[in-house]
């Protein structure tokens, strides 16, 4: 068991030192928590042992998730201080929800389907992320009652960006969200400051679908 424990963390090393250095993840917050959260706990025991590899991976229900360079880019792309309240909209595994635990004060991180909801919030349990609060909705609606958050991510991609999103979106705050049709989209990071929102676009990208009534249909 230990030697298993420490054989992760070797995996986790290499992936820091091959997948994301070297593609331009520099914000050291963000590298110490790709090193400290366990990947591995988030996808079912078979697939374990892939979990460090530079792909995504089937969580169930058909969705996946991210190659863990994309979730490091986009995490750097909100540029965590760690003071502050981020809403995540498709928990999934909950492996970027617990990435973001790590680098920010609370996170609030919205799923639709119960299922992985539930296998989530497990895997927050035995993990002792407290500071993770999580539910079951249609995540293009926001989560009004705690906004507005400082950051904003989406890990699901729509056809546009969810309006709700942008209005519970602190000023100053920041947006990531890849936008796009079904095939293909673009990474974009929206700022608001002294209520002008900017934009810029990171990487083209492939996502599952944000599915809601400011998503896609179904
Ligand atoms: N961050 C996740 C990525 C999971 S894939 C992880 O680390 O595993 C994207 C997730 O978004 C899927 O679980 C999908 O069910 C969910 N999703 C899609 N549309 C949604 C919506 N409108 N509201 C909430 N979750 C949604």
Redesign the pocket.
Known sequence: MIFMSNNYELARARMIREQLIPRGISDQRVLDAMAAVPRNA?VEDALQSQAYGDFPLP?G?G????QPYI?ALMTQALQLQGHEKVL??????????AILAHLCERVYT????KS?HIKARRIFDRLKLLNIVCKI????LGWPEHGPYDAIIV??AGPQIPAPLLEQLADPGRLVIPVGDRAGQDLLAINKNGGVLSRQNIERVR??????SA?WAA
């Open positions: 988030f969580i229900e969705q996946t998730i991210s979730v995540e909209i498709g928990t999934g595994c909950g492996y970027q929800s919205v799923e639709r389907i992985l909705d249609d995540g293009t890990t699901a996502f599952v679908s944000l599915i809601g998503g």
